[in-house]
């Protein structure tokens, strides 16, 4: 069996110009970044035309098993394209972090892969080396702004402005520097966090054109004074520098799926400790160009599609006219107290216990959001036709419908029963749903937080950190109260507890930390022992990822 790095090198590509002109784009809309690479300009995404359908992909929550999420987005995609349907496939973009870490990269697999897949799983465009730069840019402002007399009157205890860096490295969470004596600068406390943590990460993917960009990164909040006022990127003049860092950056990235179908891939934060989507402007500019625009969200539905809904949706006015739900009997199974280790096993039992999982994210999805949803049952050759019935009996009594998608093995021809279960659910759909958001913007951020706890994770209630209250409430009489939330958690549970797998109830979510992202427009919420600058595992990937003399890569899956 070949290998999601062989069967990507064995791919026939066409060249990026022939993908483009799918999209009735011309050589003088992209600029090409070698052969099978290319960037859009951004401006079109504001350009006249018709307005496509955004079917949203999310998952349960996620499990060391896989759920398949971006894999069954491609195949999806691939189906669509081959039943005749003008679609376009936007993703996120991987982050070297867990490319060398433990969750590998982000360009699906199998037969379902976005290409060139080593090119996006390793440098791509440069896109996030730009956003590290234009993040660091900032710091080292900051503090020369404090070496060369302090004119902002920065209290250097009070520089919440991270470095950061695109890699899994917690010996820099926490750090010293300006050590040295005066010349080397002052000496404070520190850290770093991985790039896509980022906020200037943030913004990249919400901003709208190099006006929005700018405008948002000069509202960044990077430090405050000796008596408590915020001091701003802008008042840095660090924005105007930033931006051109980012000039390029901001066009959304072209390239192909196996079957030679189009893909945007732009902009990628986590959602565990971000808000995990692409940028808004390649969701858009998708939506200009196609009739129907396949999209995922980071972990499971609890973290991205959250966000999706009540960030990235309510700042871009987007509207999710379906909204797929992957889910797998393996998954389902350690959901239901089963080992890795036994997961090959059948086990139809451990399947229904560990359902109420998928059964809580419907509900989520089709009471809470008021969103259209269908279950895709992402197949491995070790599923019963018993455990899928379990999964069918559970979208049968939640009135919604699902598919089997064999994607992984198949292609878009394994995706088309899922792609006709989707268009069936558009064509009983034909008018938008108005997203339900969970919470107001008018409510206190304590209560946004509380929302989200109690009609999302269903905690009992939030418990505060004594500085995240107070911090908290600081933001509120600052002005920020009326932003909505980005909450920081694990993936791997609907609580803040990573051992909590299920359904859990009878449980409080523990705010640790809150930080404000201004430019971003969001202020995020740190639970438990999330980290936003992960650590590598005991056996990371990068060990087994090796290169030949010709060039040609080894282990990157």
Known sequence: MLSDIQIAQNAHMLPITQVAAKLGLSADDIIPYGKYKAKISHKLAKGEGKQGKLILVTAISPTPAGEGKTTTSVGLADALCAMGKRTMLCLREPSLGPVFGVKGGAAGGGYAQVVPMEDINLHFTGDIHAIGTANNLLAAMIDNSIQQGNPLNIDPRRVVWKRCMDMNDRQLRFIVDGLGGKVNGTPREDGFDITVASEVMAIFCLATDLKDLKERLSRIVCAYTYDGKPVTA????????????LKDAIDPNLVQTLENNPAIIHGG???NIAHGCNSVTATK???KLADYVVTEAGFGADLGAEKFLDIKCRYAGLNPSAVVLVATVRAL??????AKADLNAPNTEAVRKGSVNLARHIDNLKN?????VCVAINSFPTDTEEEMDVIRQVCAEAGVPCALSEVFAKGGEGGKALAET?????DENPEIHPIQFTYDLEASLADKVEA???KIYRAEGVSYAPAAKKMLDQLESMGYGKLPVCIAKTQYSFSDDASLLGAPEHFHMNVREVRLS?????????CGSIMTMPGLPRHPAAMDIDCDEEGRITGLF
């Open 269 to 271: 934060p986590f959602a």
């Open 285 to 287: 500019l998708g939506l």
């Open 452 to 454: 989200v706890a109690r």
């Open 422 to 426: 989707v268009l069936q659910v558009l």
């Open 368 to 372: 809470g959001f008021g969103l259209p």
């Open 333 to 338: 199974k350690y959901h239901g107290g089963v």
């Open 518 to 526: 201004a430019g971003a427009g969001f202020v995020v919420v740190i």
């Open 234 to 245: 802008g008042e840095i003049g660090a924005a105007g520098a930033m931006t051109a860092l």
